[in-house]
């Protein structure tokens, strides 16, 4: 073989191996290599209890599968079963084999209803949070959606039969049972939103001016509305769903879409006086604003002051005689005349419990919400309970976030007297207890509040004769419904011509009114009344008058309802006379005094030149030695309190 071949060959046989090797990695008459695949298999137990997202199908491997149990009406997710096991509606899977899983609800309990929450994008539900959360039964959730930076809140979807304002992006949900809902968030146009601002006759809006505005959206656009001399400021009307206080001269507006509206003023009329409010730094008076404001003679302006962050509220100072209580923040004040005040405000740290704060029921394994404010504390907080009123503690959250709220899931044992503290850990001497006692794991009417169970009288000054009115109310503020409710009053016996009203009864022997009021149900109430007049009395005769609400499931309380007493006012007319005037030494002197007035009964008193010679209405006396002598009677009502006096000058002659 010469060169030349072997060279040949050795080139063709490289070119054979080479499509050898080509056709054996393509290998195309087989087609294309498929990926592994695995069966996902999904079950409800019971049937019809619920429904499983997304249901079986096939997955390649190492894919990620999230699955979620959904319980239908009347149930509640209780676990899954086969594959995997979490008591959580919401799994993972990564799909490395075949995977059967079964999803198990239960029929829901009246006291257990689930809640789940979402929410799109754009945002997140902070109150409660998102996912499932137990609560009992008929209890109000608060509900808070917060919009991330360049979103708005939009509306509440899902089962929101119970939400309190699905518009709304801070309301409550009702539990009645289970359900779902999401918060639904939308992107906040670019575009800006036009403000136009207009008044009425009697004043200008001096901020931002009137006119068309445009304002970038979501923002706080301040207001001010200036009456002119002899006016006051009424309202803003118009488009004012995002006015902080549409009462306020001086607010704000929050630009969510474009907006007319219009400052109102009305004339001052006469009988009216001047609020002038102000504040120290640190806080805001938001009801009903600052600056001068014009109310009726006689109006009880509601008052808010609310302190900016780190600060905290004090109390009123200036005209503040009619304030209800000048170391509270929210109260009201009389216009009984022009009044100015402050609302004074401190930096110094603080905490302050909310809730509870004194007569809740809190059964015991439900999840309640304890909540409260602070002001300059750094670092987390402790909480605390006590079941004694307040005697003794013993921890039960240690080291949370001091963001105001915490929520517990309610333990025995139970107690009448059950209070929360709520305590620094960075400063051991900043904490704050509950105001009142609060009640765990006891269910019972209640007619002990005296907000809601008292007397009143239509009269508390009176003379004889006079028509009283007296009002029993009544509400059970317990949690749980009174049956057998009777309401007993006994009359005092100063009053006469008893007649009840609203069905009572009156039984004159032992002077008892009864009620026979049935059922009362939770938060329920009412009122009962009657009449009676006064008997002839002494001055100053106080008439104690109370009742007492039973029921089947309380003993009598007569506490709630506060004693009325009822002042009389007795005036006395007195005349007297002194027969003869001019008399001799020896002979008979007659005294004689007659008076009018509603007293049953008199004290008297004659007396001749300061010395008592009688006490009774009418007396003779023998006058002993010549002269001028002052002859006085004074006469005093039973009760000691009234009286009326005159004198007589009489002439006594030696005798003849």
Request: proline letters at 4%.
């Amino acid at each position: 073989m010469n060169r030349k071949k072997l060279v040949g060959i050795i080139i063709a046989c490289a070119v054979v191996a080479a499509v050898a090797i080509v056709l054996a990695i393509l290998r195309p008459w087989e087609g294309p290599v498929s990926a592994q695949t695995y069966t996902l298999t999904t079950a409800v137990n019971p049937p019809g209890t619920g429904l499983v997202s997304p249901s079986g199908r096939q997955y390649e491997s190492g894919v990620q599968v999230t699955i979620t149990a959904s319980p239908a009406s009347g149930y509640t997710f209780d676990h899954w079963s086969g594959s995997a096991s979490d008591t959580s509606p919401t799994i993972s899977i990564t799909m490395d084999h075949d995977y059967s899983v079964t999803a198990n609800f239960v029929a829901a309990s009246v006291d257990r209803c689930d809640l789940t929450i979402s929410s799109t994008q754009g945002g997140s539900v902070t109150t409660p949070g998102e996912g499932m959360f137990t609560y009992s039964f008929g209890m109000v959730v608060n509900l808070v959606a917060t919009p991330a930076s360049g979103y708005q809140f939009v509306e509440w979807t899902g089962d929101v039969g119970s939400i309190a304002n699905v518009n709304a992006a801070s309301t409550t949900i009702t539990m009645n049972g289970s359900y779902s809902i999401r918060a639904n968030l939308e992107t906040i146009p670019v575009s800006g939103y036009s403000l136009t601002v207009s008044s009425g006759a009697g004043g200008l809006i001096t901020t931002p001016g009137e006119g068309t505005f445009l304002c970038d959206p979501g923002v706080v656009v301040s207001l001010v509305a200036t009456p002119a001399t002899g006016y006051y400021f009424v309202n803003w009307t118009g488009n004012v769903g995002t006015i902080a206080n549409v009462h306020a001269a001086s607010t704000t507006i929050t630009m969510n879409g474009d907006s007319s509206i219009t400052g109102n003023f009305a004339a001052v009329p006469a009988g009216q006086y001047n609020l002038t409010i102000s504040t120290t730094a640190g806080g805001a008076v938001t009801t009903p604003g600052e600056g001068t404001f014009t109310r009726n003679a006689g109006t009880a302006v509601n008052l808010v002051a609310s302190p900016a962050s780190g600060y905290h509220f004090v109390n009123w100072t200036g005209d503040v005689g009619t304030i209800a209580d000048v170391n509270d923040a929210s109260t009201t004040i009389i216009m009984s005349g022009d009044c100015t005040i402050t609302a004074n405000f401190a930096s110094s740290p603080s905490i302050t419990v909310t809730s509870p704060n004194g007569g809740e029921n809190w059964n015991t394994g439900s999840i309640q919400t304890i909540t409260w404010t602070s002001f300059g504390v750094t670092g987390d907080v402790c909480i605390d309970i006590a079941r004694d009123g307040g005697s003794s503690w013993s921890e039960i959250i240690t080291n949370t976030a001091n963001d105001d709220s915490q929520s517990w899931t309610v333990a025995g044992p139970a107690t009448t007297q059950a209070r929360i503290r709520v305590r620094s850990t960075s400063d051991g001497s900043i904490w704050d207890i509950s105001n009142g006692n609060f009640v765990i794991g006891l269910l019972s009417p209640d007619f002990s509040v005296n907000t809601y169970n008292y007397k009143e009288v239509s009269k508390t000054f009176a003379v004889v004769a006079d028509v009283l009115t007296f009002t029993i109310h009544y509400r059970n503020t317990g949690n749980m419904d009174a049956t057998g409710v009777v309401i007993t009053d006994v009359v005092d016996t100063n009053l006469g011509d008893v007649t009840p009203q609203d069905g009572g009864s009156y039984n004159a022997e032992t002077r008892a009114i009864t009620w026979n009021i049935g059922a009362v149900a939770v938060n329920a109430g009412g009122t009962v009344q009657f009449t009676a007049v006064i008997r002839p009395l002494c001055n100053d005769t106080v008439i104690y008058n109370s009742a007492t609400i039973d029921s089947d499931q309380t003993a009598p309380e007569d506490t709630p309802t506060s004693m009325i007493w009822v002042t009389i006012d007795v005036s006395i007319i007195l005349t007297s006379d002194v027969s003869p005037d001019s008399t001799t030494v020896g002979q008979v002197t007659n005294f004689i005094a007659t008076v009018s007035g509603p007293a049953p009964s008199y004290l008297w008193s004659w007396a001749v030149n300061g010395t008592e010679v009688a006490t009774t209405q009418n007396a003779s006396y023998t006058f002993t030695s010549a002269g001028v002598y002052n002859v006085s009677v004074s006469v005093t009502d039973c009760g000691g309190n009234a009286n009326a006096y005159s004198c007589h000058n009489v002439t006594v002659n030696p005798p003849s």
